[in-house]
């Protein structure tokens, strides 16, 4: 009788769950077959459906995980394809707003704080592989003088890994939300003159196209909207079957990946010592997260989004770049209105940490015009 009161008067089924998990549990594996009153049926067909909405997620992110641990690209490319044509980025939609302590935190930002509290606001956003540190050369020339916000991407720098997403961040919108929640969370509403390096660069560029208030001028160091030669019209730098080669050594030895790309990125002047340090800064990122923040950067393309900009801005063009070659400064500086091209002597594709007085300089008087 007790029994039957807790089920709201109806017996359970007898079945095989009841001698192995013992009443209770038996009554929850057999609750569909019981004439349970109409409220109950209610909430049990909602909890149903989060309950497989929450194994379908779970089944995918694990399938995403699995399949960015392995070297077969073609099944990685078709999830991903799967993920973005179903949209299925929207099912962590219920997920609560994090607090801005808890952005403070997931994005590990540092704010370098002025005297007058009217001065510029410069936010420094970093490229692939790296972190908030590679800007250390910059902020001294700017302190005093503007508020300097720096933050990691989820994925990179000691930002929190425990946030990582592999299904938000497959994009680079999940990028562009990080920095506008790091915005957010600082209360900066508008006034931004924000400094991205390589990929962040895009990633600024969009997130200016979808809150044009919050920033005032784009500094953008070593731009490219598209690595993906698309001839006649557009020469990115590199073939296709080139990416997917150095994702494929990327997926079977990323130390050697590493070992590869940063000396290219340094540039041949530089080579030893800044791409030791960028070696370094590739193999303390956690490789399945740098893999999906790869594919998200080398893939992407941006050059339709370009038309929609209506923020000014600075092209910081390294003279001779292996990842972003003058042609693709000059495109950009042709698309983006109200751009201005300047072209640093300077060989690889990080002037920022190879040659900081430039940028500062080409910076300074940039800002000087605001």
């Not at 020339?141 to 991407?153: I, M, N, T």
């Not at 193999?283 to 998200?296: E, G, K, L």
């Not at 640093?344 to 940039?366: E, F, I, K, N, W």
């Amino acid at each position: 009788m007790e029994q039957r009161d807790r089920l709201g008067g109806h017996e359970p089924h007898r079945g095989s769950h009841a001698g192995r998990y013992g009443d209770r549990t038996a009554a929850f594996f057999v609750r569909d077959s019981c004439s349970l009153c109409a409220d109950a049926k209610a909430k049990e067909s909602e909890n149903r459906g989060i309950w497989r909405l929450n194994a379908a997620l779970r089944k995918l992110v694990l399938a995403i995980n699995q399949l960015f641990l392995t070297p077969n690209r073609a099944r990685l490319h078709a999830i991903l394809r799967t993920v973005q044509a179903s949209g299925v980025q929207n099912l962590r939609t219920d997920r609560p707003e994090r607090t801005t302590v808890e952005i403070r935190k997931r994005n590990n930002v540092h704010v370098i704080d002025a005297i007058r509290p009217d001065v510029p606001v410069l936010v420094y956003a970093h490229g692939f592989g790296c972190s908030q540190h590679m800007w250390r050369h910059i902020t001294p020339a700017f302190e005093g003088k503007c508020r300097q916000v720096l933050f990691d991407y989820v994925g990179c720098g000691q930002s929190d890994l425990a946030a990582f997403d592999p299904v938000k961040y497959a994009s680079l919108k999940g990028y562009v939300q990080d920095l506008l929640d790091v915005c957010d969370a600082l209360g900066i509403e508008r006034g931004v003159h924000f400094v991205g390096h390589s990929v962040s660069a895009s990633i600024g560029l969009l997130a200016s196209i979808e809150r044009p208030l919050l920033f005032d001028r784009l500094i953008l160091v070593g731009p490219s909207p598209c690595y993906i030669n698309h001839a006649p019209d557009y020469l990115g730098g590199f073939e296709r079957q080139d990416l997917d080669g150095l994702l494929d050594l990327m997926d079977q030895n990323f130390m050697g990946w590493s070992s590869y790309l940063a000396p290219i990125v340094a540039g041949a002047p530089q080579a030893d010592s800044l791409g030791g340090e960028l070696s370094e800064s590739f193999c303390s990122t956690d490789p399945t997260m740098a893999r999906v923040f790869a594919q998200a950067t080398f893939f992407a393309d941006t050059r339709e989004e370009l038309s929609r900009v209506t923020r000014p801005s600075l092209i910081l063009q390294h003279g001779k770049d292996a990842l972003a070659p003058l042609s693709v400064g000059e495109y950009m500086h042709k698309k983006l209105r109200g751009s201005t091209l300047e072209v640093l002597d300077v060989t690889g594709h990080c002037a920022h940490m190879s040659h900081p007085h430039l940028v500062t300089a080409a910076m300074q008087r940039y800002l000087s015009l605001a």
